[in-house]
């Protein structure tokens, strides 16, 4: 193995730009789907669970698991060139294009099946891409905890609304 293999995560020179770079993507994903899809007077309107968040909760929420997840995609493309490395980054892109994919499918379209649909998409995916990330470095996998935590809830709270809204 070459150098750049043996040398520890914080010492490879060439992982720092990316670490902006990974971060950067999931923030600008969380913000940009958040500027076009606000929830809005559809979804103020909608009856919610007991257990339902205040609304201020879910961008200081949402900003720290982005940070997570970019973080541990910047761990996972520090490792060394591999198929594994390739398969855990492609599918961590996949969670990522369902997480973007969410807003628009729920808010946007004002679907909450819709909405289910790909929130049970991106829980699996996500899963999966903590799998991926497990052999190449736990770290990175267990900084996705929170993030599959936290996408169980909404997905919990996605079908309370459903159920609620007579929409099931």
């Known amino acids: 193995m070459g150098e750049e293999a043996t040398q520890p995560l914080f010492e490879n020179s060439r992982c720092w730009l990316a670490l902006v770079a990974w971060v950067g993507l999931c923030l600008a994903v969380g913000f940009v789907i958040g500027f076009f899809f606000k929830p809005g007077a559809w979804y103020a309107g909608l009856e919610k669970p007991v257990f339902n968040p205040p609304a201020w909760v879910f961008a200081p929420v949402w900003t720290v698991l982005y940070v997570a997840m970019g973080v541990a995609a910047w761990r996972v493309w520090c490792k ?57 470095d736990k770290p990175a996998a267990w900084l996705l905890a929170p993030y599959l935590a936290w996408v169980s809830f909404a997905t919990l709270l996605n079908v309370a609304l459903l159920a609620l809204n007579g929409k099931f």
Request: glycine residues 6%; aromatic residues 12%.
């Open 80 to 136: 060394p060139h591999s198929l594994e490395r390739k398969q855990a980054l492609r599918q961590f892109c996949v969670q990522l294009a369902l997480n973007a994919a969410w807003p628009p499918a729920f808010f946007g379209a004002q679907s909450l099946s819709g909405g289910l649909v790909v929130i049970v998409c991106m829980l699996f995916a996500i899963a999966a891409t903590i799998q991926y990330f497990h052999p190449l």
